[in-house]
């Protein structure tokens, strides 16, 4: 059983930089794959980035070369560093996560655990 919280969210410009944290608590959490997700009012949840067990790294294309997800697991901390954010980055970041990997990462529902999301709005 793991639980996540997420922090770091705020009020930014657009061309800023904000980084989230997602600290987990419970045990073995080496072994878990975690991924950032975001939703934007009136959209669905959708992939931004994960980290597997194995520190694989995996983003979406509206984040690559602008995001960076790390992991520190003496910490159980799961980071998502966001560069030159766009306001199209808006939304409630969830952290998720399960135990290995899945080839579906990029799916909600493959997720067994779930933050309760932290707010990042950025203006122009």
């Known amino acids: 059983q793991v639980q996540l919280v997420e922090s770091g969210g705020g009020l930014v410009q657009a061309g800023d930089s904000l980084r989230l944290s997602c600290t987990a608590s419970?045990?073995?959490?080496?072994?878990?794959?975690v991924a950032w997700f975001r939703q934007s009012p009136g959209k669905m949840r959708e992939f931004v980035a994960a980290i597997s067990y194995k520190s694989s790294l995996y983003y979406d294309d509206s984040a690559r070369g602008r995001f960076t997800v790390s992991r520190e697991d003496a910490k159980n901390m799961v980071y998502l560093q966001m560069n030159n954010l766009k306001r199209e980055d808006t939304g409630v970041y969830y952290c998720?996560?399960?135990?290995?990997?899945?080839?579906?990462?990029?799916?909600?529902?493959?997720?067994?655990?779930w933050g309760q999301g932290t707010q990042v709005t950025v203006s122009s």
């Open positions: 419970g045990d073995m959490f080496a072994k878990y794959t």
């Open positions: 998720a996560a399960r135990v290995a990997f899945s080839a579906r990462y990029s799916t909600v529902g493959v997720y067994d655990y």
